[in-house]
């Protein structure tokens, strides 16, 4: 069964870190451009950044830029989100997503082919 499983997220207060984990179950992800969303209460998913297949290029919003980091294990089986600085406006469930291709395909959620499982992250004051 093709699947992303992913790990990290958690309640913190402004300021803090979090580390989202997004690994592979049944397929690699080395040769494909993952991307993280972000979906908050009452919205829909929201594209938050993007890293190509071997992390020569990463795209990030520009809410969540100088903040958040994507990255990937050098043999791609896993991808990484970290998250510093958070504010009560990152609160939402985080989702990573397999796109099709090697390079970032766009920000749109309908690029991705498989999703992870999301994560919630709760920022709090």
């Known amino acids: 069964q093709l699947q992303l499983v992913q790990s990290g997220g958690g309640l913190v207060q402004p300021g803090a870190s979090l580390l989202l984990s997004c690994t592979a179950s049944g397929f690699t992800l080395s040769s494909r451009a993952i991307a993280w969303f972000r979906q908050a209460p009452g919205k829909e998913r929201a594209w938050v950044a993007c890293i190509a297949g071997g992390a020569e290029y990463t795209s990030y919003v520009d809410s969540v830029k100088g903040r958040f980091t994507i990255s990937r294990e050098y043999d791609g089986s896993t991808v990484y989100l970290q998250m510093n600085n958070l504010k009560p406006e990152d609160i939402g469930v985080y989702y990573c997503?397999?796109?099709?291709?090697?390079?970032?395909?766009?920000?749109?959620?309908?690029?991705?082919?498989?999703w992870g499982n999301g994560t919630l992250v709760t920022v709090f004051s």
């Open positions: 997503g397999a796109q099709r291709g090697y390079y970032c395909s766009g920000t749109s959620p309908t690029f991705v082919e498989f």
